[in-house]
C-alpha cells in the first residue's frame, strides 16, 4: 500500500530499530492479507484519467461518507474503509484494494467482494469498469497524467535514471500481493523456501498480461519482464533470501543498503540525493535525525518479488479476477502452513538458487503452463502436486480445500487467463472481469 500516513517520529540510535520493522508482533499462523490493483477502463480497455468529470478520483469521492477519504491537497487519494482495510491510488489512478489480515479465508472472501462491490457500482456510475488485468493492453505509459500525490513525482524521476521500463510499471501494470505472518526467523526460512519452490508454477498458470498497445505479444504475463526493467538494485530477488537461514538483521542490511528514494518533512515529501539509506543515518545533514517512520516509508519504496514487512509478502502475481485471487490466497495459505511446509520439502520440488529462480520466473511469464523447466516437474504435474499438498494443509488448518477449485480447472486444461485473451481477443472479448475469468 502507498498511501502515505504520519508515523513514528523516533530517531534512530540502534540498530534493533531497523531490525524492529521486520519482527513480528503478534503473528497468528494461517493469517493472510491480501492487496489487489485493478485497471479503471472505459469499454474497449483505455484506461481512464483519475481527475475530472467521469474519473476515478469522481468515483473515490462518491464513496466518502461512509468511508474515511484521504486527501493531498485537494484531491482523494485514498479510503479509510469504514470495516477496516483501505482503498489506494497507484500512479496510473490503479485501484489498489488492501485487506485487513484475517485468520480465515471466508472472512478475507466477504471482505474482498463487498469491497470490490461498492467500488464497481461507483466506478458504473462514473461510466467505467475495474477490471482484474496484469498490464492494461491498449494504452502507452504517457497516454495518461499520473495521479497528483508528491511521492509518485519522485519516483517518476528516479526510476527515469535506473531502467528502461520504470514507467510502464508505475503507469500500466497491477498485481495480486498475498501477504502471511511468520512467527521467527526459522519459520520465515522455512516459508521463503517454500515459496521459492512453488512460484514460478503458480506464475504460470495464472499469468494474465499478454496484450499490450492493442496488440498480443509473446509473453503471457509481461509483468515479470517490466519489473526487471524498473530498478534492479530494489527489485527481483534480494540475496539475502537465499541464505540458509534468513535473518531480519540480513533483511535491514539490504534494505539500508539501497538508495533513499524520499522522506517527509514538515509534512512535505522531498527527493533523496542519490545516497543510501545507511548513508543519510550516518550524516542525515540539515533534515535533522533519521527517523522510525523515514525507514518505513524507505522499505515502503523497496519491491522485490518477496518482501518482508514482519509478515512475508509474495508479489509476483498478475491482478486477477476474484475466484482466482482467493484460490492462490488458499493455495498459498495450505502450502506455507506448517504441514504444507513438511510436504514440499518430501515432494522433491527444485530448491532454486537466485539466478535459477529468476530464470523460472522469466520463463514461466513468457511461456505460461507450456514452460519447459530445467529442472523439477513440468508445470501441470507440478500444479497437481501443489494442489494435493495445499489441500491437505487447508483441511488441518479448519479451511475448505474447495476454495482450490479454480486453480484446479486451469491445471486440468493446461490453461491460464492469457490463453482466453488469446483465443477470444479476436471475437471481441475484452478480457477477464473481477468476477470471472
Not at 539490504?254 to 540525493?273: C, T
Request: charged share 25%; glycine share 10%.
Amino acid at each position: 500500500m502507498s498511501t502515505y500516513q504520519p508515523g513514528d517520529k523516533t530517531p534512530i540510535t540502534a540498530c534493533s530499530q531497523l531490525t524492529d520493522l521486520f519482527t513480528p508482533g503478534a503473528p497468528r499462523p494461517g493469517r493472510v492479507g491480501i492487496e489487489l490493483e485493478l485497471l479503471p477502463v472505459r469499454p474497449g480497455g483505455r484506461l481512464v484519467e483519475y481527475g475530472g468529470p467521469g474519473g476515478v478520483e469522481e468515483m473515490l469521492a462518491r464513496l466518502a461518507p461512509p468511508h474515511e477519504a484521504i486527501r493531498e491537497g485537494e484531491h482523494v487519494t485514498a479510503l479509510l474503509l469504514k470495516g477496516g482495510g483501505m482503498v489506494g491510488l497507484e500512479p496510473g489512478a490503479q485501484v489498489e484494494i488492501a485487506s485487513p489480515p484475517m485468520d480465515r479465508l471466508a472472512d478475507l472472501e466477504a471482505f474482498l467482494r463487498e469491497s470490490a462491490e461498492g467500488l464497481r457500482r461507483s466506478a458504473l456510475a462514473s461510466g467505467f469498469e475495474l477490471v482484474p488485468w496484469g498490464v492494461a493492453p491498449m494504452d502507452g505509459e504517457e497516454d495518461l497524467a499520473d495521479v497528483p500525490k508528491a511521492r509518485y513525482a519522485i519516483l517518476r524521476d528516479h526510476l527515469l535514471a535506473t531502467g528502461s521500463l520504470g514507467r510502464r510499471m508505475m503507469k500500466l501494470t497491477a498485481s495480486t500481493q498475498i501477504s502471511l505472518d511468520y512467527r521467527d526467523e526459522t519459520e520465515l526460512t522455512s516459508m521463503i523456501q517454500a515459496a521459492t519452490r512453488v512460484i514460478p508454477y503458480v506464475l504460470a498458470f495464472t499469468s494474465n498480461a499478454p496484450v499490450y498497445r492493442g496488440r498480443r505479444t509473446s509473453w503471457a504475463t509481461q509483468r515479470p519482464r517490466i519489473w526487471r526493467g524498473t530498478d534492479p538494485g530494489r527489485c527481483g530477488l534480494p540475496a539475502f533470501l537465499f541464505a540458509d537461514r534468513v535473518t531480519y538483521r540480513a533483511a535491514a542490511r539490504w534494505a539500508a543498503s539501497r538508495q533513499l528514494i524520499l522522506m517527509v518533512r514538515d509534512g512535505v515529501f522531498l527527493p533523496g540525493d542519490g545516497r543510501t539509506f545507511a548513508q543519510w543515518l550516518e550524516e542525515p545533514g540539515d533534515r535533522g535525525p533519521v527517523t522510525v517512520e523515514d525507514w518505513n516509508l524507505h522499505v515502503s519504496t523497496l519491491f522485490p518479488d518477496l518482501r518482508l514487512r514482519s509478515y512475508l509478502e509474495v508479489r509476483v502475481f498478475d491482478a486477477l479476477p476474484l475466484p482466482l485471487v482467493l484460490a492462490v490466497a488458499a493455495l498459498l495459505k495450505g502450502l506455507l502452513s506448517d504441514a504444507g511446509r513438511r510436504a514440499l520439502e518430501r515432494a522433491g520440488l527444485p530448491l532454486r538458487g537466485r539466478r535459477e529462480l529468476a530464470k523460472a520466473l522469466v520463463e514461466a511469464a513468457r511461456h505460461g503452463p507450456r514452460w519447459r523447466p530445467a529442472e523439477g516437474p513440468a508445470p501441470a504435474d507440478a500444479m497437481n502436486l501443489l494442489l494435493r499438498i495445499s489441500a491437505d494443509g487447508l483441511r488441518e488448518g479448519g479451511e475448505d480445500p474447495a476454495r482450490l477449485e479454480p486453480l484446479r480447472e486451469l491445471a486440468e486444461g493446461g490453461q491460464c487467463p492469457a490463453d482466453r485473451w488469446r483465443r477470444e481477443r479476436a471475437k471481441g472479448w475484452d478480457g477477464p472481469t473481477l468476477g470471472n475469468a
